[in-house]
């Protein structure tokens, strides 16, 4: 495999957008499983500094989409990921399913996420929606609210809508492996119904990441409280790393793949 140049995504035989997905109780507040927030949720409290230490030991930089509820249930803990390095980006406000939403209320969640980002000294400039899934309306507001790049499921990187699509695909998804209530899609998309074992789902991540392409990686910290996923991201991060390492792959945050290739397409 060809050694990648970071300076031109043109040039780039496999580049790795390495992105983290979700914190706290926002999602379960969302969909009702949970009636008021604990401000200790575990996937803050014990998976969000243990993985955090892993990205810093193998010097690794990842953009976390993060719910915007989150800055105020856990401001410390959204100042951290920043304070280490990491970029923020925005993933509705409670982890709403994106595609439902009116305009009027898809743009108060963008706003509403936008201030309480502010509120801590900080501007994410990227967008995922939650569900995975844009609207009609999206593109416009996404620009007026002063996003630069967004994420939704898809398979082509482009910039269009005066926005840079950074697409992720399912299969590159941990949550759509090993959650029981993945398996309608996974049988819709002629996958296995069954959910992997992390064990093998680690192996199976690894192979195919070193396999080379542009693809977007999505991790879940609320997952990585299972032992045996933990020890699945660590053995898959390891494998990114040492892709990086050998400079087979560019491993980068969404924010620098967007530019890189904002700046490609437009010289």
């Known amino acids: 495999m060809a050694r990648v140049d970071g300076s031109d995504p043109e040039r780039l035989p496999s580049t790795l957008v390495l992105t983290i997905d ?3 109780e926002a999602s379960a507040l969302e969909r009702g499983e949970q009636r008021a927030a604990s401000g200790r949720d575990p996937s803050v409290t014990r998976a969000l500094p243990w993985l955090l230490r ?9 953009t976390f989409f993060v719910e915007a509820i989150n800055c105020e249930l856990y401001p410390h803990a959204v100042r951290a990921i920043a304070a280490r390095g990491h970029e923020l980006g925005h993933h509705g406000w ?3 399913n ?4 009116s305009p009027e209320a898809e743009g108060d969640a963008l706003a509403r996420g936008v201030d309480a980002f502010a509120k801590l000294g900080l501007r994410p400039r990227g967008f995922r929606p939650p569900g995975g899934e844009l609207t009609s309306a999206s593109p416009a507001l996404l620009r007026e609210h002063g996003f630069e790049w967004c994420s939704p499921e898809g398979d082509r990187a482009e910039v269009a809508d005066g926005l840079v699509y950074v697409p992720f695909d399912w299969e590159l998804v941990d949550a759509y492996h090993l959650m029981d209530s993945f398996a309608p899609l996974r049988a819709s998309r002629g996958d296995r119904e069954a959910a992997r074992p992390p064990a093998e789902l680690a192996d199976w991540l690894a192979h195919r990441l070193a ?5 977007t990686l999505i991790l879940h910290p609320f997952l990585m409280l299972d032992d045996a996923w933990a020890a699945g991201v660590a ?18 945050p969404g924010g620098v793949f967007a530019d890189w290739l904002r700046a ?4």
């Open 22 to 24: 979700n914190l706290g």
């Open 54 to 62: 892993e990205l810093d030991r193998h010097q690794l930089t990842a």
């Open 94 to 96: 409670s982890h709403e």
């Open 98 to 101: 994106w595609r439902d939403l």
């Open 211 to 215: 396999a080379g392409g542009r693809h």
């Open 235 to 252: 053995e898959v991060l390891s494998e990114v790393a040492q892709l990086a390492r050998d400079g087979l792959t560019a491993v980068v």
């Open 264 to 267: 490609a397409l437009s010289s």
